[in-house]
Nanobody, 116 residues
Framework: QVQLVESGGGLVQAGGSLRLSCAAS????????MGWYRQAPGKQRELVAS???????NYNDSVKGRFTISRDYAKNTVYLQMNSLKPEDTAVYYC??????????WGQGTQVTVSS
């Protein structure tokens, strides 16, 4: 099973930026999809952004134009650059991988808090 470790969360003022990192224990060449999800208190977990092995990306409408997902094969790491943060972006952010076999792995999550 893939081990995923997120980092980069924290407290930031509205309009600020953060970059989240998700380090994988295996080569991300072998992973079909890497994604970032978030869960705010009292809400369901939702997809924020994903990147396919082919390089295609997908974004939640609420973050389009503000967030960018990318990857570094040499570091087996996927990033989420978050700009123009809003209080409604406050949530625990999780990294997820989906292997070619369909096996899914989740990270432990990292808290992002945006103050108004």
């Amino acid at each position: 099973q893939v081990q995923l470790v997120e980092s980069g969360g924290g407290l930031v003022q509205a309009g600020g930026s953060l970059r989240l990192s998700c380090a994988a224990s295996v080569s991300i060449f072998s992973v079909n999809v890497m994604g970032w999800y978030r869960q705010a208190p009292g809400k369901q977990r939702e997809l924020v952004a994903s990147i396919l092995r082919t390089g295609g990306t997908n974004y939640n409408d609420s973050v389009k134009g503000r967030f960018t997902i990318s990857r570094d094969y040499a570091k087996n790491t996927v990033y989420l650059q978050m700009n123009s943060l809003k209080p409604e972006d406050t949530a625990v952010y999780y990294c997820r991988s989906i292997a070619a076999t369909g096996l899914t792995s989740w990270g432990q999550g990292t808290q992002v808090t945006v103050s108004s």
